[in-house]
């Protein structure tokens, strides 16, 4: 079993809708949880990060976290064709910073 | 957020030879530094993780030969991928922790693509 996992996609999204993104994790000690983007051929920039329960909003993103399903989610809203590209879900899990990524989910935006 | 630099971006090479790639925290001290891998389409791979002054801890199936790391300073590591092969030809990505406490957010640098002819 991944320790992270996500659905690969591509997840197709009309501009101007909200997309949904999902990522569970196997460790139950796990403290902070991460959202990434990646476009093609870059390297992962960090969205935002939560680490209690409940939801987050920055912008035009929502994380949303729940640990006892162990899972966490990120929401786009009124999502734009620069928002295409490949999400990263990550989890911290120890205490070195050492994050565990999923496989990605590669979002795309339709005009 | 904190500057991570990578250098070189691209680097061709032919089999045989050795490439060093430079990891640098610019605006922060890095206590740690990851480096992973990245094939097309497929996630990070963790493939080491690097401690200033002491040796890198590396991930099951990594050749510690093959990949070596050298993390001498708060703001420098360098991975040199030793008798590179065109398998080795990959993206490669380094990251870098301001240190052990807070939420641990890692921060990228832009990559280096390495092509083994």
């Known amino acids: 079993q991944k320790e992270v996992e996500q659905n690969s996609g591509p997840l197709s999204v009309p501009e101007g809708a909200i997309a949904s993104l999902n990522c569970t994790y196997s460790?139950?000690?796990?403290?902070?949880f991460f959202w990434y983007r990646q476009y093609s051929g870059k390297s992962p920039e960090l969205i935002m990060f939560?680490?209690?329960?409940g939801d987050k909003e920055d912008g035009r993103f929502t994380a949303q976290l729940n640990k006892a399903s162990q899972y966490v989610s990120l929401l786009i809203r009124d999502s734009q064709p620069s928002d295409s590209a490949t999400y990263l879900c990550?989890?911290?899990?120890?205490?070195?910073?050492?994050?565990?990524f999923g496989s990605g989910t590669q979002v795309v935006v339709t005009p | 957020g904190a500057v991570v630099s990578q250098h070189p971006s691209r680097v061709i090479c032919k089999s045989g030879t050795s490439v060093k790639i430079e990891c640098r925290s610019l605006d922060f001290q890095a206590t740690t530094m990851f480096w992973y891998r990245q094939f097309p389409k497929k996630s990070l791979m963790l493939m080491a993780t690097s401690n200033e002054g002491s040796k890198a801890t590396y991930e099951q199936g990594v050749e510690k030969d093959k990949f070596l790391i050298n993390h001498a300073s708060l703001t420098l590591s360098t991975l040199t991928v030793t008798s590179a092969h065109p398998e080795d030809s990959s993206f490669y990505i380094c990251?870098?922790?301001?240190?052990?406490?807070?939420?641990?957010?890692?921060?990228f640098g832009e990559g280096s693509r390495l092509t083994v002819l």
């Open positions: 939560i680490y209690s329960n």
């Open positions: 990550a989890v911290k899990s120890g205490s070195w910073g050492k994050l565990q």
């Open positions: 460790d139950r000690g796990s403290q902070s």
């Open positions: 990251s870098a922790s301001q240190g052990t406490g807070g939420t641990g957010e890692l921060f």
